[in-house]
């Protein structure tokens, strides 16, 4: 079974940054695209940023400009950079993948205190 592991996640305080990671393991192929979603409590799940194979990205309007998604040398390899970090963006980021069917990681909490 494929899984997809996050890690980097932690508590910093607002305008810190963190790098979140994520692999793939027990793959045999590559992603079509790949991309984090999060969740804050009492909030529905929503899309960061997505990344695809060819490169092309797409951010939530409310992370544009601060957080950069980044694929990794490693196939099925993914990043997350989170800069100017603000008490909004705490959540729980989970890591997501397709390719015929979807894949998602476990989750990773990020906390961001002003």
């Known amino acids: 079974q494929v899984q997809l592991v996050e890690s980097g996640g932690g508590s910093v305080q607002a305008g810190g940054s963190l790098r979140l990671s994520c692999a793939a393991s027990r793959t045999i192929f590559s992603f079509n695209a790949m991309g984090w979603y999060r969740q804050a409590p009492g909030k529905q799940r929503e899309l960061v940023a997505i990344?695809?194979?060819?490169?092309?990205?797409n951010y939530a309007d409310s992370v544009k400009g601060r957080f950069t998604i980044l694929r990794g040398d490693a196939k099925n390899t993914v990043y997350l950079q989170m800069n100017s970090l603000k008490p909004e963006d705490t959540a729980v980021y989970y890591c997501w993948g397709i390719r015929t069917t979807e894949y998602w990681g476990q989750g990773t909490q990020v906390t961001v205190s002003s």
């Open positions: 990344i695809t194979f060819g490169g092309s990205t």
